[in-house]
């Protein structure tokens, strides 16, 4: 157990649909980021918050949004879903807003759109 | 834009041998790197990282050489075993900003 919980594990729905992918990161720390995998692809840096705050933006499409709340939680909101979005999601956490410290990934949210 | 390059998407070994893991990156602003190890069905995990003021980190069985002027890291594993048998990326960060290669499947065999 890595300290990084995400949930759900398995997701499949249709397309068009919205779902949410939740993400609590390690306990003290401040960042929390979303990574995108797709099949034979490396990770793809979608957003990172700091402390509720939004702090980065990668390649994340206008469909997709990201919110970190109070408790430091942070939800990954996917809209208008299509085939390709189908892919493994990530989170990680880290205790300061640089990489220098590395990520605490969690085991990350499969979703299948059909 | 791929600014983190790993160019080879499987390497297999023999246990005991070494295992030479490469990676070549495009932005000269990047100031840490780091390798993670990914088995199936887990996140990523952290395995080695250097900065880049260092040109060779050690931990173990694990070394990282960092080739500044050629934009090119490696990640060498000494003796290799077969429990090292996992996918390997390779990340270069500048502040918060990290990008990761497209990962290295690395087989080990007994």
């Known amino acids: 157990d890595s300290g990084v919980t995400q949930t759900p594990k398995h997701l499949i729905t249709a397309t068009g649909q919205r779902v949410t992918l939740r993400c609590s990161p390690r306990?003290?720390?401040?960042?929390v980021y979303w990574y995108q995998q797709s099949l034979d692809q490396g990770l793809q840096f979608l957003i990172q918050?700091?402390?509720?705050?939004?702090?980065a933006k990668g390649n994340i499409l206008e469909r997709f949004s990201a919110q970190q709340f109070p408790d430091l939680h942070s939800e990954l909101n996917l809209s208008s879903l299509e085939l390709g979005d189908s892919a493994l999601y990530f989170c990680?956490?880290?205790?300061?807003?640089?990489?220098?410290?590395?990520?605490?990934f969690g085991s990350g949210t499969r979703l299948t759109v059909v | 834009d791929q600014q983190v390059k790993q160019n080879s998407p499987s390497l297999s070994v023999q246990e005991g041998r070494i295992s030479i893991l490469n990676c070549d990156y495009t932005?000269?602003?990047?100031?840490?790197f780091l390798w993670y190890k990914k088995y199936p069905a887990e996140g990523p995990t952290f395995l080695i990282s250097?900065?880049?003021?260092?040109d060779k980190n050690e931990d173990g069985r694990f070394t990282v050489f960092l080739n500044k002027s050629a934009k090119h890291l490696s990640l060498h594993i000494v003796p290799s075993q077969p429990g090292d048998s996992a996918v390997y990326f390779c990340?270069?960060?500048?502040?918060?900003?990290?990008?990761f290669g497209a990962g290295t499947r690395l087989t080990v065999k007994p």
């Open positions: 990680a956490s880290s205790p300061t807003d640089r990489a220098d410290y590395g990520y605490t």
């Open positions: 306990s003290g720390d401040l960042s």
């Open positions: 918050y700091y402390n509720g705050e939004e702090r």
């Open positions: 932005n000269s602003m990047f100031d840490y």
């Open positions: 250097i900065s880049s003021i260092k």
């Open positions: 990340a270069a960060s500048e502040g918060a900003d990290m990008r």
